[in-house]
């Protein structure tokens, strides 16, 4: 009965800012990694950014033109994970997910996440 059901998602011009949310049922935020991933056209799934057991911020890809883009951040108490977005740009437009794992990053990231948002769209508007 777990669910995570990402929001926030839809249409914003170049250069604009967006803040996706992800909310958990049967999913406690803080018991393992938790991340964000996202899916552009003709490519494979990549990770963005993780945040681990004690709040730590985890990005796999140093390179990634999105790591000084986009934060993560998570609300203990109201069993949310957020993504902020920043300075948007066409190539950003994709499908972004939300993922849960039963154990922490060093095991469960980015190949190992247990639980799955169904995504939600983020178009970058020229």
């Known amino acids: 009965q777990v669910q995570l059901v990402e929001s926030g998602g839809g249409s914003v011009e170049d250069g604009g800012s967006l803040r996706l949310s992800c909310a958990t049922s049967?999913?406690?935020?803080?018991?393992?990694?938790m991340a964000w991933f996202r899916q552009r056209a003709g490519l494979k799934r990549e990770a963005i950014a993780a945040?681990?057991?004690?709040?730590?911020?985890?990005?796999?890809i140093p390179s990634d033109s999105a790591k000084a883009r986009f934060y993560i951040s998570r609300d203990k108490s109201k069993n949310m994970l957020y993504l902020q977005m920043t300075k948007l740009h066409s190539d950003d437009t994709g499908t972004y997910y939300c993922?849960?794992?039963?154990?922490?990053?060093?095991?469960?990231?980015?190949?190992?996440?247990?639980?799955w948002g169904d995504g939600t769209l983020v178009t970058i508007s020229t």
């Open positions: 993922a849960g794992a039963l154990v922490d990053c060093g095991l469960g990231y980015p190949t190992g996440m247990d639980y």
């Open positions: 049967g999913y406690t935020v803080g018991s393992g990694c």
């Open positions: 945040i681990d057991t004690d709040g730590r911020e985890i990005n796999p």
